[in-house]
């Protein structure tokens, strides 16, 4: 789909980079260029930024960066891809990520082309492309990036009442985490056992999701960086006040309690209070609430 508005955008942007006389900078300029495209692409479902983004990538030097910015693109094209039950979107996605460096960024921009294969084989009724999701999900290499695309196909199964397939999927997911000797910071495994807990309540499987929010603090609890814990525990403790309130579980409203201790950022903790506050005081549980003062 091409109109003024994006054309403008498009020829306005390579103008400003255009003007810039370092290459290097000149550089910088196209790679930071190609994520707001990729972006804009995915706000407006118009496939003009991609192409032009696409082209762009010749104007980027450091092959790091250009192998970057085509994970910008083939996330964009397979995100497009699923708000536009786009088939064709979908294998462009898959075609362009063997732009990616092998590795870290292949794995990632894989993860998005999963979904996106996988959600569009679903909506068009095609149990082939659907199985081929899972196929393509094996590949990846990194085990963060390849659990994730396993939780993509469980959310999807799931959003198609195929609830024991999903379930099935989502221990896929779980076990990739629970066996990886590779996530080298464990931040990425907490976030990945917050998504996976979220995933299983979901699926109404409240035991699973208790043990992977028990898993999730057992890998935050020791991380030195205080941004990098405050920021996970803020994710794990209201992931724990709307289990609690789902499951009607008070040990669990206890946990998020506890769990807001271990928040030591004030933008985190003050954010983190207001969300448990409002929670708890709707539940009546006062006394709860004033431990968070």
Same mark, same amino acid.
């Given at each position: 789909?091409?109109n003024?508005t994006?054309?403008?955008?498009?020829?306005?942007?390579?103008?400003?980079?255009?003007?810039?006389t370092?290459?290097?900078?000149?550089?910088?300029?196209? /790679?930071?260029?190609i994520?707001?495209?990729a972006?804009?692409?995915?706000?407006?479902?118009?496939?003009?930024?991609?192409?032009?983004?696409?082209r762009?990538? =010749?104007?980027?030097?450091?092959?790091?960066?250009?192998? &970057?910015?085509f994970?910008?693109?083939v996330? =964009?094209?397979a995100?497009v891809?699923?708000n536009?039950?786009?088939?064709?979107l979908?294998?462009? *996605?898959?075609?362009?990520s063997a732009?990616?460096e092998?590795?870290?960024?292949?794995?990632?921009?894989?993860?998005?082309v999963v979904?996106a294969?996988?959600?569009?084989?679903?909506n068009?009724?095609?149990?082939?492309t659907f199985e081929?999701? &899972?196929?393509?999900a094996?590949?990846?290499?990194?085990d963060?990036? /390849?659990s994730?695309?396993? /939780?993509?196909?469980?959310r999807?199964?799931?959003?198609?009442?195929?609830?024991?397939?999903?379930?099935?999927?989502?221990? &896929?997911?779980?076990?990739i985490i629970?066996?990886s000797k590779?996530?080298g910071?464990?931040?990425?495994?907490? *976030?990945a056992?917050?998504?996976?807990?979220?995933?299983?309540?979901?699926?109404g499987?409240?035991?699973?999701?208790r043990?992977?929010i028990?898993k999730a603090?057992?890998?935050s609890?020791?991380?030195?960086?205080?941004?990098?814990?405050?920021?996970?525990?803020?994710?794990?403790?209201?992931?724990?006040?709307?289990?609690?309130?789902?499951?009607?579980?008070?040990?669990?409203l206890?946990?998020?309690?506890e769990s807001?201790?271990?928040?030591?950022?004030e933008y985190?903790?003050t954010?983190?209070?207001?969300?448990?506050? *409002?929670?708890?005081?709707?539940?009546k549980?006062?006394?709860l609430?004033k431990?968070?003062?």
């Open positions: 789909m091409v003024d994006s054309l403008e955008f498009i020829r306005e942007f390579k103008k400003n980079a255009e003007s810039i370092n290459d290097i900078d000149r550089s910088k300029k196209y /790679r930071a260029g994520a707001a495209l972006q804009k692409a995915v706000e407006t479902n118009n496939t003009t930024f991609l192409d032009a983004a696409v762009f990538t =010749g104007k980027i030097i450091d092959e790091h960066d250009r192998s &970057k910015a994970v910008d693109i996330r =964009g094209t995100r891809a699923i536009t039950t786009d088939a064709e979908a294998g462009r *996605s898959l075609e362009l732009n990616t092998a590795g870290h960024d292949r794995s990632h921009a894989l993860q998005g979904a294969i996988a959600d569009v084989g679903m068009m009724n095609e149990p082939d081929n999701s &899972k196929e393509l094996g590949t990846i290499e990194y963060t990036y /390849r994730s695309a396993w /939780r993509s196909i469980a999807t199964q799931h959003s198609n009442d195929d609830t024991p397939s999903a379930v099935e999927s989502a221990n &896929k997911a779980m076990a629970n066996k590779l996530i910071q464990e931040i990425y495994r907490a *976030s056992y917050v998504d996976l807990a979220k995933l299983f309540i979901d699926l499987q409240e035991g699973m999701a043990e992977c028990i603090v057992d890998s609890a020791g991380l030195e960086d205080e941004f990098e814990r405050s920021s996970i525990f803020q994710t794990i403790a209201e992931t724990q006040i709307r289990m609690g309130v789902r499951t009607k579980n008070s040990g669990l206890e946990d998020a309690v807001f201790g271990y928040i030591t950022r985190y903790r954010s983190t209070r207001q969300t448990l506050a *409002s929670v708890l005081s709707n539940l549980e006062d006394e609430v431990r968070l003062a």
